[in-house]
């Protein structure tokens, strides 16, 4: 018994010396996307929108994310709490094609790196590279 104290002790040790505790005031930097606010003592969002001149190009409409930005079409809706209703940017959203009407038994399938939504189309990642500016 005396031994196994012993050696939790030690091992208890050893692990504190292999990984130093970090003082959190000493903490002060941030990852990408992101900078130090001295006054609130935490890592805040940068505004990549109004940071890069010409974020996004062509009639690409720039919009602040977290850690980052997107380029949308002027006309996206960009939903901003899952519990909100959409909210044009510029003008009123185009209704929704009615799905495709699939046999039955068969199922509707997408090209590689794009997945059936909801509404029975196929979509891909939004913020590709093909996106962004």
Known sequence: VKMKLISCIFLATLL??????????TYTECTDGYQWDAET???KDINECETIHHACK?????????????CLPRSASVINDVNAERAPLDSPPRP??????QPSGRPHTCSQGYEPDHYGSCVGELAGPEFQG
């Open 41 to 43: 003592q935490h890592c």
């Open 96 to 101: 929704r094609p009615r799905p495709p009407v």
């Open 58 to 70: 062509g009639e690409m409409k720039c919009i602040n994310h977290y850690g980052g930005y997107l």
């Open 16 to 25: 504190k010396a292999a990984f130093p505790q970090e003082d959190p005031n």
